[in-house]
């Protein structure tokens, strides 16, 4: 699907690195049919030794003859690179965009004729090419623009089609998730350590039960009630633990915490 595209990165920075080193390592994409772009001088170094494409801080020249551009710079600097880019993209380029909060109608407005934009919401975790991303096309975008997208996000992990709507609920579940999670693991590894763990082997004990867990709900596709109940002895010691997570309200602690994170990320929206 992307053999012989070309591709360019505005803002080669965590993300976009990330996405890049996904495409080269799954042999997508060739080192040369990628250029990238960063804001200062002293990232261009930064960026060429670790992925050894051509890097520039040149948006414009970057974007010519590229099949495909991502927009991966911060949120607060889109206005400034959409028009900065306004003249230079056409209606036969893919503009996918990562930035939080910002719609493709907001992409679409600042740029020239109908130009195809997909929006992505990825996370952390595509560094390790675990990630998981949430899509959605624009109004230009076509079907093939869409699987172009999905082709590069699979490079990085697990990848869903939502209505841009849900864009902001996908930022709050699996963009900000993996932070909750992280606090899970550290109180596990706490709980370890109370009860004289040594704390590295704890850390293990957690991260490793959450990986586990997290590969039989996906590998299983059983309900994860279902799969809480196996292991659930009856007068075991496990309904005692449980007990307290109720008493403790994580569930709705959880819960809350991703309506909450979702109503923050609609009021940083760029619409
Ligand atoms: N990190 C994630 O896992 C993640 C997940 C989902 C979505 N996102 C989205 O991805 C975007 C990038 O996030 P990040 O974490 O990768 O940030 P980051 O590491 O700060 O990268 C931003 C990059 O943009 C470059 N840049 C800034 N202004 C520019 C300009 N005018 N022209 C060209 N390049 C410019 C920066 O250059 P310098 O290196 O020179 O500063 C930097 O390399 C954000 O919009 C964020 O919402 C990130």
């Known amino acids: 699907m992307l053999k012989g595209k070309k591709l360019a990165v505005i803002g080669t920075g965590k993300l976009g690195e990330a996405l890049i080193s996904g495409l080269l390592k799954n042999g997508v994409l060739q080192k040369e049919d990628i250029c990238g772009t960063v804001a200062r001088e002293s990232s261009i170094k930064r960026a060429q030794e670790k992925l050894a494409i051509q890097i520039t801080l040149d948006n414009k020249a970057c974007v010519r003859d590229k099949d495909i551009i991502i927009l991966a710079v911060k949120p607060q600097n889109m206005d400034k690179v959409l ?34 934009v997909v929006r992505a919401m990825p996370n952390t975790p595509s560094v390790i090419r675990a990630g998981m991303s949430g899509l959605c096309g624009g109004a230009h975008s076509t079907q093939n623009d869409l699987a172009m997208a999905e082709a590069i996000f699979k490079c990085v992990g697990e990848t869903v089609f939502v209505e841009e709507h849900l864009m902001d609920a996908v930022t709050a579940l699996s963009a900000s998730g993996p932070a909750y999670l992280y606090v899970v693991i ?31 709900v996906l590998e299983s596709k059983a309900h994860p009630a279902l799969l809480k109940d196996t292991v659930t002895t009856p007068a075991g010691c496990t309904i005692d633990g449980l007990m307290e997570l109720e008493e403790g309200k994580l569930r709705v602690t959880l819960i809350k915490a991703v ?13």
Do not use: C, D
């Open 186 to 216: 550290e109180s596990l590894a706490e709980a370890g350590v109370k009860l004289g763990i040594p704390r590295e082997t704890s850390t293990l004990l957690a991260a490793q039960t959450m990986y586990g867990a997290a590969r039989m």
């Open 259 to 271: 309506v909450k994170a979702a109503e923050r990320a609609k009021e940083l929206v760029h619409r």
């Open 83 to 116: 028009k900065e880019l306004a003249e230079t993209i056409t209606e036969k380029q893919l503009v996918i965009s990562v930035a939080a909060s910002v719609t493709t109608a907001f992409v679409q407005e600042r740029l020239k004729g109908k130009v195809a």
